[in-house]
């Protein structure tokens, strides 16, 4: 039977425990599992290497990407990096110009230990353009984070297949339920499971969805290699929180939608950046000067870097989230001190609005 990602997603670990027909699927906590005999094993071993709670995530994980293999680790981060150690040193990678602060940070850190070399394109004809055969893998982010920034993965894929190049998607933004890279053509998924998959700004993960069961095995293999492994009491949150995923979403996303409307009203704004899905919102003021005197006047929503929580947060991207790539380059491509992004919760959206037309204020 095939069943509607709602119905997956609330159903994820019923059924699992076939001894005590737990609802809730039990947290295993034992770090290492007793041999029935020597040469046999129960299927595990050691949990670095499998862990029956880390299990039913991952499945869950990669039937909600369209992939074959889910693999967790302890952040966003953890993922791209088990994702990029998979290729050999004196790779090319083409990635998003626009993206989140720390992959550029990790980027150039792999360029300068001289590990990597990367290449940046602005939208879909410079990455065609800069599309050599040398190029290991392509890494985008659609939207991107923070100035919601689109490109066709269909239309990449179609020319990174044409030449036997990876695509990677950076699917935080959009989610699953949005947008799925795999069916769409790309090969690699991950996320940062820190916001919309976990959604409660208490959880630290990372998710890695690979489309070919080899290139999954290989990563799984690293993942085992290197230990980037999310503990099981994590996954066991992680799975707690994918059951109300869709609600969670589509609320942010209908809130987001009613927010961006208000915005674009507001005269104390210069330009307001969303692409009508998803819950990001990110905004230009007029006056950057004005933004510490904005954020204290903010009552509800909270001055705090991530997103996707059930929480409103407010990030000034230049002194946060972004800081790390140089001012003039970040400048050079409009993330300048003037932008606000904001990833809006499941509040009440009136709330929500009047909170922020009432700190607008300070700019008039
Ligand atoms: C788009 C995107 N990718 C990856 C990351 C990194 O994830 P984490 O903070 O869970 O390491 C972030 C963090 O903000 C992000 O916004």
């Known amino acids: 039977m095939s069943y509607k990602t709602a119905t997956k997603l609330a159903q994820i670990g019923n059924r699992s425990d076939k001894q005590t027909g737990a609802v809730a699927a039990p947290i295993y906590l034992s770090t290492t599992y007793s041999h029935p005999e020597l040469g046999?094993?129960?299927?595990?071993?050691?949990?670095?290497?499998?862990?029956?709670?880390?299990?039913?995530?991952?499945?869950?994980?990669?039937?909600?990407?369209?992939?074959?293999?889910?693999?967790?680790?302890?952040?966003?981060?953890?993922?791209?990096?088990?994702?990029f150690s998979s290729f050999p040193s004196g790779s090319e990678f083409l990635v998003s110009r626009d993206l989140y602060g720390g992959s550029y940070?990790?980027?150039?850190?792999?360029?300068?230990?001289?590990?990597?070399?990367f290449h940046y394109f602005d939208d879909?004809?410079?990455?065609?353009?800069?599309?050599?055969?040398?190029?290991t893998a392509v890494f985008l982010e659609t939207p991107t984070n923070?100035?919601?920034?689109?490109?066709?993965?269909?239309?990449?894929?179609?020319?990174?297949?044409?030449?036997?190049?990876?695509?990677?998607?950076d699917n935080t933004f959009s989610t699953p339920l949005r947008q799925q890279p795999l069916?769409?053509?790309?090969?690699?998924?991950?996320?940062?499971?820190?916001?919309?998959?976990?959604?409660?700004?208490?959880?630290?993960a990372g998710v890695v969805v690979a489309k070919d069961p080899e290139i999954g095995e290989r990563l799984a293999w690293l993942a085992n290699t290197t230990g980037p492994t999310l503990g099981?009491?994590?996954?066991?949150?992680?799975?707690?929180?994918?059951?109300?995923?869709?609600?969670?979403?589509?609320?942010?996303?209908?809130?987001?939608?009613?927010i961006a409307e208000i915005l674009n009203d507001q005269p104390q704004l210069k330009k307001v950046l969303y692409p009508g899905i998803g819950g990001m919102i990110s905004f230009y003021v007029k006056d950057a000067a004005k933004i510490k005197a904005f954020l204290a006047e903010l009552k509800l929503?909270?001055?705090?870097?991530?997103?996707?929580?059930?929480?409103?947060?407010?990030?000034?991207?230049?002194?946060?989230?972004?800081?790390d790539i140089p001012q003039e380059l970040r400048e050079s491509y409009?993330?300048?001190?003037?932008?606000?992004?904001?990833?809006?919760?499941?509040?009440?959206?009136?709330?929500?609005?009047?909170?922020l037309i009432r700190a607008l204020r300070v700019f008039d």
Request: proline share 3%.
């Open 40 to 83: 046999e094993s129960t299927g595990y071993d050691y949990t670095r290497t499998k862990n029956p709670t880390r299990d039913i995530l991952e499945q869950a994980l990669a039937e909600l990407e369209s992939g074959s293999r889910g693999i967790v680790t302890s952040s966003g981060m953890s993922a791209i990096q088990l994702v």
């Open 105 to 117: 940070r990790y980027f150039e850190e792999l360029q300068k230990l001289a590990i990597a070399t």
């Open 124 to 135: 879909f004809e410079s990455l065609a353009a800069q599309l050599t055969p040398e190029i």
């Open 146 to 169: 923070p100035l919601m920034q689109e490109v066709s993965i269909k239309k990449v894929a179609q020319l990174t297949q044409a030449q036997e190049t990876l695509l990677i998607v």
């Open 183 to 204: 069916i769409l053509g790309a090969d690699i998924v991950v996320h940062s499971g820190t916001k919309f998959l976990t959604g409660h700004n208490d959880i630290l």
């Open 232 to 258: 099981s009491l994590d996954c066991w949150l992680f799975i707690r929180s994918l059951k109300t995923f869709k609600l969670r979403f589509e609320q942010q996303e209908r809130n987001a939608q009613r």
């Open 301 to 323: 929503i909270t001055f705090a870097e991530s997103l996707g929580g059930v929480e409103s947060l407010i990030t000034y991207p230049t002194t946060q989230t972004h800081a």
């Open 334 to 355: 409009g993330l300048t001190p003037e932008l606000l992004r904001l990833s809006v919760g499941i509040e009440d959206s009136e709330d929500l609005a009047n909170d």
